[in-house]
Structures are given as structure tokens and as C-alpha cells.
Antibody, heavy 119, light 107 residues
Framework: QVQLQESGPGLVKPSDTLSLTCVVS?????????WGWIRQPPGKGLEWIGY???????YSSPSLQSRVTMSVDTSKNQFSLNLTSVTAVDTALYYC????????????WGQGTLVTVSS | YVLTQPPSVSVAPGKTARITCGGN??????VHWHQRKPGQAPVLVIY???KRPSGIPERFSGSNSADTATLTISRVEVEDEADYFC???????????FGGGTKLTVL
């Protein structure tokens, strides 16, 4: 059973870096899948942040690309997201996800973690 | 690329619910549907327009043609009450796109 679990601070100060980690269990992160991040601000729709492959290849949203860094740690079977220079608009429920080999279909989601940007 | 869903759909138990996802020539794309219940991880319920993952009831089905994709839930049960999101990969921008989501209420 594939499971994904997000972790990270629930509160981040404006201008700081938001850092989240997603631990994958029941499945090797080195398999032929893309791993990614989705967020949903309060009262708004789902927004795709980006995907990373275990080799380090990345697709990311053009609107966030300049502030997003993603990485994979195969030894810990986990992947991470860093979002720099956050503001209140980055307050959201953040999900980690698994996608198929082509990236077209998201087939597993984490439960989500709420991150609030506030001083 | 924009996907448009109705904000809400209501249906009585035992009836059929249809949730639409509109997009320009969406019939040329592969559409996937996700179900999200409060406090739970979202679940994929339909992929590649009309395929059901293991464990998803046969009551869930999908179709996709022209400018509209549709998620159909037959013989709706109270447990089907949830938010439903359509999702595509937009190959013109290498970007995942979601619909705004539809809240299904089972009356």
C-alpha cells in the first residue's frame, strides 16, 4: 500500500523559506514515477506546484518556478519542497503526490499539511 | 488551460449524479477525477477518462468528448458525499491543471 506523509512547520514567517518533506512508504521512490506537490489556499482551487523524478529532473509551475526548489533523498525514500520568500498568499494546504511515469495522472495523495504564513 | 466545474451538485440517495468538467477540446486530453472527503487524503476515482482504480465501486464511471468530461456516480450513497476534482496534463505548457472542484451533496 503506497502511502505519502507530509511533514514540516505549520507556521512560517513572511520572507522566510517554507520547507516540507514527504515520506513515501510501501513503494520505492526510485521507481518510474514523478513525485510532486499540490497546494490549495483557503477558499481557492487546487494549484500544481511541480514534479520531481528521482534522478532530479523537474517540472514546475511557471508562476512559482523562481521560488521553488525540489529534491529527492532516495536513501530515506522521501522528497522535499522549498518555497522561498513566502508571503500570506502562500498560506495553503500542501499535498504531496505520486504521479504515473508520464506525469499525466496523479494516483496517490498525502493527507495534506496546513502551512500558514504569518508573523 | 482552464477547466470549469459546477461548484455544487445535489442528488438524492439511489439516484444518479453527473459532475461535468468543461475545457476547450478536453476530449483530446486524458481526464482524471479525484474524490476528497473532509480530513482525508484525496483518492483517484477515475483515470484516463473512464478507467476505475482497484477498489473503486463500479458505480463510478467517466466519459470525455468534445468540450466536456463527465463523472457519473450511479446509485449514489451517502458515503459519496465529497468534493470532486477533474485533472488533466496540459502538454502545451507541461503543466497539471485542476478544475475548481464540485461539492457533491447527498440529500
Amino acid at each position: 500500500q503506497v502511502q505519502l506523509q507530509e511533514s514540516g512547520p505549520g507556521l512560517v514567517k513572511p520572507s522566510d523559506t517554507l520547507s516540507l518533506t514527504c515520506v513515501v512508504s510501501g513503494y520505492s521512490i526510485r521507481n518510474n514515477n514523478w513525485w510532486g506537490w499540490i497546494r490549495q489556499p483557503p477558499g481557492k482551487g487546487l494549484e500544481w506546484i511541480g514534479y520531481i523524478y528521482y534522478s532530479g529532473s523537474i517540472y514546475s509551475s511557471p508562476s512559482l518556478q523562481s521560488r521553488v526548489t525540489m529534491s529527492v533523498d532516495t536513501s530515506k525514500n522521501q522528497f522535499s519542497l522549498n518555497l522561498t520568500s513566502v508571503t500570506a498568499v502562500d498560506t495553503a494546504l500542501y499535498y504531496c503526490v505520486r504521479s504515473g511515469s508520464d506525469g499525466y495522472m496523479i494516483d496517490y495523495w498525502g493527507q495534506g499539511t496546513l502551512v500558514t504564513v504569518s508573523s | 488551460y482552464v477547466l470549469t466545474q459546477p461548484p455544487s451538485v445535489s442528488v438524492a440517495p439511489g439516484k444518479t449524479a453527473r459532475i461535468t468538467c468543461g475545457g476547450n477540446s478536453i476530449g483530446t486530453k486524458s481526464v482524471h477525477w479525484h474524490q476528497r472527503k473532509p480530513g482525508q487524503a484525496p483518492v483517484l476515482v477515475i483515470y484516463y477518462d473512464n478507467k476505475r482504480p482497484s477498489g473503486i465501486p463500479e458505480r463510478f464511471s467517466g466519459s470525455n468528448s468534445a468540450d466536456t468530461a463527465t463523472l457519473t456516480i450511479s446509485r449514489v450513497e451517502v458515503e459519496d458525499e465529497a468534493d470532486y476534482f477533474c485533472q488533466v496534463w496540459d502538454s502545451s505548457s507541461d503543466h497539471v491543471v485542476f478544475g475548481g472542484g464540485t461539492k457533491l451533496t447527498v440529500l
